[in-house]
């Protein structure tokens, strides 16, 4: 019964010193520039490619310039 | 070098090169100018486009010329592996066009309808039901054909169109179909979308008719039941930084103007829909 007391609060003690392993939050902000001078940013949380890119653009000019 | 670019682009029909599957090849083509209003207290039609119906022996696709070409544009210029800032010059000096597309499978008895928001393609299906038309007996003259008046209640809009026998397809522009002859000419009782006829061709030469169903990066459109076609329509034009969030999971998103000034409340892009919300 000690040494199983022993070993659980050895378990516990090695366990304070393990990393804590955070929540990793991807961040990724793109911004674009209209033809009308509006600047559109958004948070989009990854890498876009460049068919994204040039749809969003197509949509910051529709709300903003067209 | 991009003037070149453009000119053997537009010689190949312009067609994007896109992820697409070939359904029929064109026995005709008619082309409508499409005029339309964005809000309903627009006194005349602010916005054009030129729209082609391509009849197959299978199929017809109903799509906008201009749209056609400035997508071909960025998809060769992707292809071609040109910077995001060239491509947009490029297709800066074409009009822009709707991307909508309508397809109907005329054996299955479907349309087919796709769209874009932002970089999310949409894709829905439904039965393609015939407008229960009411022909009258108003009689006009449209570049030669004699054409006659009909009236339906269709999608939630009443259609006032001129059709023709004298081209006998029963069809006509965007989803308006099942006359005696080709409609040439369409709008709705309020005044907020008129297609006209622009020009018919039989083609002769090979045309295929393609299915488009990926989009440039390869991925398939989303399907979507036409309830929820319908919710993302309005919500994508009624308040566009809430469907970003929703549908694209984009966390946060700011608009600055020229001054610095940040952009506050609801973003909307003024648009009516064909089929009233």
């Known amino acids: ?66 | 070098m991009k003037k070149n670019f453009i000119i053997i682009l537009l010689m190949i029909g312009g067609s994007s090169l896109q992820s697409q599957e070939v359904i029929d090849s064109v026995k005709f083509r008619i082309s409508y100018t499409l005029s339309y209003k964005t809000t309903p207290l627009q006194s005349d039609y602010p916005r054009t486009d030129l729209m082609y119906l391509d009849i197959g022996k299978e199929v017809s696709k109903f799509y906008s010329r201009y749209d056609q070409i400035r997508d071909s544009i960025q998809t060769e210029g992707l292809k071609n592996n040109m910077s995001i800032n060239e491509i947009n010059s490029l297709k800066k000096t074409y009009t822009k066009g709707v991307p909508q597309i309508f397809y109907h499978l005329f054996q299955d008895n479907k349309f087919i309808s796709t769209d874009r928001f932002v970089f999310l393609h949409t894709l829905y299906k439904e039965t393609a039901k015939i407008p229960e038309w009411s022909i009258g007996n108003e009689v006009k003259d449209i570049s030669g054909y004699t054409c006659r008046k009909a009236i339906a209640k269709y999608f939630g809009r009443e259609w006032h169109v001129y059709f023709t026998s004298q081209i006998p397809l029963n069809l006509g522009p965007w989803k308006l179909w099942g006359l005696p002859g080709l409609i040439l000419e369409a709008s709705d009782k309020d005044n907020l979308f008129k297609y006209e006829l622009h020009g018919f061709e039989r083609i002769q030469n090979y045309s295929p008719i393609i299915y488009t169903h990926k989009n440039y990066d390869n991925k398939e459109y989303t399907i979507v039941d036409k309830n929820t076609f319908r919710k993302m329509e309005r919500l994508y034009n009624e308040d566009n930084s809430e469907f970003i969030k929703v549908f694209l999971g984009v966390k946060s998103i700011s608009a600055t103007k020229p001054d610095g000034t940040v952009i506050e409340g609801k973003i909307s892009i003024p648009y009516i829909p064909l089929e009233p919300w």
């Open chain 1, 1 to 66: 019964m000690k040494r199983l007391m022993f070993i659980c609060v050895g378990l516990f003690m090695m366990a304070g010193f393990l990393p804590a392993k955070e929540l990793a939050v991807e961040s990724h902000v793109e911004c674009f520039g209209t033809t009308c001078g509006v600047t559109f940013c958004g948070d989009y949380g990854r890498d876009l490619t460049n068919a994204e890119r040039l749809w969003i653009y197509d949509t910051a000019e529709a709300i903003f310039c067209d």
